[in-house]
Every structure is written in structure tokens, then in C-alpha cells.
């Protein structure tokens, strides 16, 4: 997937998890989160065109996304909140692999290549598609708050 389609996506899908706890301050840091690890993922995760295992499996992803967690500092410091920025963080990093997975080069689980479907990253049709699923979710966020 494009960088774009994944930090849209995923700026969707943690706003949407953030907006269960009715703050638009935790909505805010989970927007900042989808930037920041998908940027991670996608800097330190490749080279020479391939996906690297360190960061391109399910491990690796909510490691990057733990790392996110002293953003709760941005809100009211309450174990709550720390524990939803934490989650928050886990899940924008699963959200890139999801993506991932519906491409050519997959991810890694086990060392190990596996992948839902065989697109390649820049399909079109295919980045369209999350990229829309990603502003609805984002929209329904938003309007929750």
C-alpha cells in the first residue's frame, strides 16, 4: 500500500477505537500515533524494495506502536488513558501490516512470508478502496465527540 493509504487508514481505525472513550484529546493522539509509526514502519522497514521482518511482523509493529505511548502525556495522565494510548499504538501498527498483507510482498510471521492476497502495493482500485474506508472512519470518529 501507499504510505498515504496507510496513515489515512489507520488514522480512521484508531481515531474510531479512540472515540469510544468520548476524548477528542485521545482522538487527537491517535491521529498522531497513525502518523508517526506508519512513517516508522515504512522508513525503517524496507530495503532495497523488500519488506524487513524487524518491522514488517506482528511483533515488531506493536513494538513500534508501544514506543507512541508517552504521547498520553498530551492528555490528562490517567492509567485509562495510558492504556488506550498504549493499545491505540498497538493497533496503528497492526493496521500497516494489515495493509500489507493484502499486497504481493506480505508481511512476515514467523520469519516466514504470508500474505491475504497478491495486489501490488500501488494497485489503484485497491488503495482507493482503504483510502475511502479510512476517511469514513474517520468522519464517524469525529462526529462521536
Known amino acids: 500500500m501507499l504510505l498515504k493509504v496507510h496513515v489515512v487508514f489507520t488514522m480512521g481505525l484508531c ?12 482522538i487527537g493522539i491517535a491521529i498522531i500515533q497513525s502518523i508517526i509509526v506508519n512513517y516508522i514502519i515504512d ?18 509493529a506493536s513494538v513500534i506502536g508501544l514506543l507512541t505511548t508517552p504521547l498520553a502525556m498530551l492528555a490528562k495522565v490517567t492509567v485509562i488513558n495510558v492504556l488506550a494510548v ?13 495493509l500489507d498483507s493484502m499486497t504481493e510482498n506480505g508481511i512476515y510471521i514467523k ?7 497478491h495486489f501490488r502495493f500501488n494497485d ?9 474506508v479510512g476517511l469514513v472512519m ?4 469525529l462526529t462521536r465527540i
Do not use: K
Open 138 to 141: 474517520l468522519v464517524i470518529a
Open 43 to 60: 522508513r525503517l522497514g524496507h530495503r532495497g524494495g523488500v519488506r524487513l521482518p524487524n518491522t514488517h511482523s506482528p511483533t515488531g
Open 86 to 98: 498504549a493499545l491505540i499504538g498497538v493497533l496503528a501498527g497492526l493496521s500497516h501490516l494489515l
Open 15 to 26: 481515531a474510531l477505537a479512540a472515540s469510544l472513550l468520548g476524548s477528542g484529546v485521545i
Open 111 to 117: 520469519r516466514r512470508r504470508w500474505a491475504i492476497s
Open 124 to 132: 489503484r482500485v485497491l488503495n482507493q478502496v482503504f483510502m475511502i
